[in-house]
């Protein structure tokens, strides 16, 4: 396992760690190593609690062997949902459920996908996850059909 590069852990405070990390969706900049997340005396921030949902990373290292030669787009990804913390998400099902239970939120949160992804901002906090999925993590299919679909319904 490859280490999380210029990351620290805010419990142990032991930095570049190996292993997986579990970053906050409710705290801005709020990691965990593997070991205190799965620990019962890890020690919480100011504002973190343990029913905070949090989102498991793997280092880019670990992503490129896990889902190698596998586009973004197929990847079987697994996303809470910031708000009620429940698992196992698709991106395409976390959109779906953050529309229907949770469209009047207006909690500022961490968008999951965000947070997972290579190459992302980890610490992108929004205030509608609703339309930041939509607009962001979208495949281009479902944007185009969309697109079709909203230009019908005008007309």
Do not use: W
Request: charged fraction near 20%; glycine fraction near 6%.
């Amino acid at each position: 396992m490859s280490r999380h590069e210029g990351v620290s852990c805010d419990s142990c405070m032991k930095s570049n760690f190996r292993g997986h990390r579990y970053k906050c969706l409710i705290c801005y900049d709020y990691d965990l190593c593997d070991a205190c997340h799965t620990s019962e005396t890890s020690r919480p921030a100011s504002q973190h609690t343990a029913d905070h949902p949090m989102q498991c990373i793997l280092s880019q290292t670990d992503f490129e062997f896990y889902y190698g030669g596998e586009t973004l787009m197929e990847q079987a990804q697994c996303f809470p949902c910031p708000f009620c913390g429940r698992l196992g998400f698709t991106v395409s099902t976390l959109q779906i459920h953050v529309n229907f239970e949770h469209a009047d939120a207006t909690a500022e949160v961490m968008c999951p996908v965000c947070s997972a992804m290579p190459g992302e901002e980890p610490n992108n906090l929004t205030d509608d996850l609703a339309t930041h999925l939509t607009f962001e993590h979208r495949g281009l299919r479902d944007l185009i059909s969309f697109h079709q679909l909203f230009s019908v319904h005008s007309k």
